[in-house]
């Protein structure tokens, strides 16, 4: 099969995940026959499900988590937010 993309060049076949995939070696575009695609899909969801169970942290419920403790502060510290007073305010004291 030729390259819809590149004039004269054939089309290379590689198989993943049990599916025979067209790609083209020049321009690096992948092609699917009928079907295809709804195979990687399917098999690359129970991965997916997995991966994202697994990279959940584990929270005991008990202690406050770091974000949660410093969420309020704003930036300013212990000691809060002072603003520097200008020469001019200091004059009309």
Not at 13 to 40: H, T
Not at 64 to 78: A, E, F, I, L, N
């Amino acid at each position: 099969m030729k390259c819809p993309v590149c004039t004269g060049v054939d089309l290379k076949i590689a198989e993943r995940q049990g599916v025979e995939i067209d790609y083209c070696p020049d321009c690096r575009g992948v092609w699917l026959d009928r079907g295809e695609l709804d195979k990687i899909i399917e098999r690359s969801q129970p991965q997916t499900v997995q991966s994202t169970i697994s990279q959940q942290p584990q929270q005991d419920g008990y202690r406050p988590q770091y974000h949660d403790k410093h969420h309020d502060d704003h930036g300013h510290g212990v000691h809060g937010y002072h603003r520097k007073k200008s020469w001019l305010s200091e004059l009309f004291d």
